[in-house]
T-cell receptor, first 114, second 118 residues
């Protein structure tokens, strides 16, 4: 099975500090896409950032950036200047370039402490 | 701008009862999906519909059926509910699922439906 693994069930960080969430995946495809979704207590799934596998440059969205290591099949999310509103569960996901199926990791619960 | 709308938001069933979760999107998306979310397991794909008139099984299809009623609507049916189907269900949609750029399209999710089977 082609899986996505998040090895950190829970993490915490002090407000204004930086935290990195880990994700590894398995795939035999060359063309695929990687995503980080955020799920706050409201349960709504919110896209945080997206990375195209054929692009070497790491994606960034304001305080959110990724470290994409294609050979290692690693896709970590860095949150800088953490805010209380970043408290949520974060899911890493990989989407097949051909079928479009989106496969999720188990999730990491992040708590930002004041 | 409603996006993806799921109903009901909460439902309690007894074992053996049937029910249908409804999903509708107003973004003119071609593809729609049903996921279930369980603690420690992330979201798992139940069924998806690449386009109107087609449906395919995902990772965990057993015990479920789906209907792509038209381009807007994609329903999920539990014919005989079991306690193992207690979960939060999410509907999602995207523009396309085939072709080399299919994976680039972002999924938009509904707010989720919490189902408890006693």
């Amino acid at each position: 099975a082609q899986t996505v693994t998040q090895s950190q069930p829970e993490m915490s960080v002090q407000e204004a500090e930086t935290v990195t969430l880990s994700c590894t995946y398995d795939t035999s495809e060359n063309n695929y896409y990687l995503f980080w979704y955020k799920q706050p207590p409201s349960r709504q799934m919110i896209l945080v950032i997206r990375q195209e596998a054929y692009k070497q440059q790491n994606a960034t969205e304001n305080r959110f950036s990724v470290n994409f290591q294609k050979a290692a099949k690693s896709f970590s999310l860095k949150i800088s200047d953490s805010q209380l509103g970043d408290t949520a569960m974060y899911f890493c996901a990989r989407r097949s370039g051909n079928t479009g199926k989106l496969i999720f990791g188990q999730g990491t619960t992040l708590q930002v402490k004041p | 701008n409603a996006g993806v709308t799921q109903t009901p938001k909460f439902q309690v069933l007894k074992t053996g009862q049937s029910m249908t979760l409804q999903c509708a999107q107003d973004m003119n998306h071609n593809s729609m999906y049903w996921y279930r979310q369980d603690p420690g397991m992330g979201l798992r794909l139940i069924y998806y519909s690449a386009s109107e008139g087609t449906t395919d099984k995902g990772e965990v299809p057993n015990g479920y059926n789906v209907s792509r009623l038209n381009k807007r609507e994609f329903s999920l049916r539990l014919e005989s509910a079991a306690p193992s189907q207690t979960s939060v269900y999410f509907c999602a949609s995207s523009e396309a699922t085939t072709g080399g750029l299919a994976g680039a399209n972002v999924l938009t999710f509904g707010a989720g439906s919490r189902l408890t089977v006693l």
